[in-house]
Nanobody, 129 residues
Framework: QLQLVESGGGLVQPGGSLTLSCTAS????????IAWFRQAPGKEREEVSC????????TYSDSVKGRYTISRAFDKNTVYLQMNDLKPEDTGHYFC??????????????????????WGPGTQVTVSV
């Protein structure tokens, strides 16, 4: 069972930047599309972004498009979420999730949480003055 671990969260002022990392122990992420989700207190889980196993396909929610960038470093077995121009409404617990890709679907990722089978414990991002 793939085990994911997020890191890089913290407290940042509005307009600031953070980079989150999603890594796996004991598994290579090469065959896993990865997505980022977030959840704020009292709110439902929200999709943020996803990247295909090939790294060639990325998707962003409208709320983060143009500010966030998802990428993967195969040599580091890590998926990153670069977050710029952060806003207070970006505050939340950020999770990465993965699912082993099916044959031939190396350029596919979905933003549906139900599609993913492995989740990390998350990392907290707080945007505040």
């Amino acid at each position: 069972q793939l085990q994911l671990v997020e890191s890089g969260g913290g407290l940042v002022q509005p307009g600031g930047s953070l980079t989150l990392s999603c890594t796996a122990s004991g598994f290579t992420l090469d065959d896993y599309p990865i997505a980022w989700f977030r959840q704020a207190p009292g709110k439902e889980r929200e999709e943020v972004s996803c990247i295909s196993s090939s790294g060639l396909k990325t998707t962003y929610s409208d709320s983060v498009k143009g500010r966030y960038t998802i990428s993967r470093a195969f040599d580091k077995n890590t998926v990153y979420l670069q977050m710029n121009d952060l806003k207070p409404e970006d505050t939340g617990h950020y999770f990465c999730a993965g699912r082993r890709r099916s044959y031939g679907l190396q350029n596919v990722c979905l933003m549906s949480p139900e599609w993913y089978t492995s989740w990390g414990p998350g990392t907290q991002v707080t945007v505040s003055v």
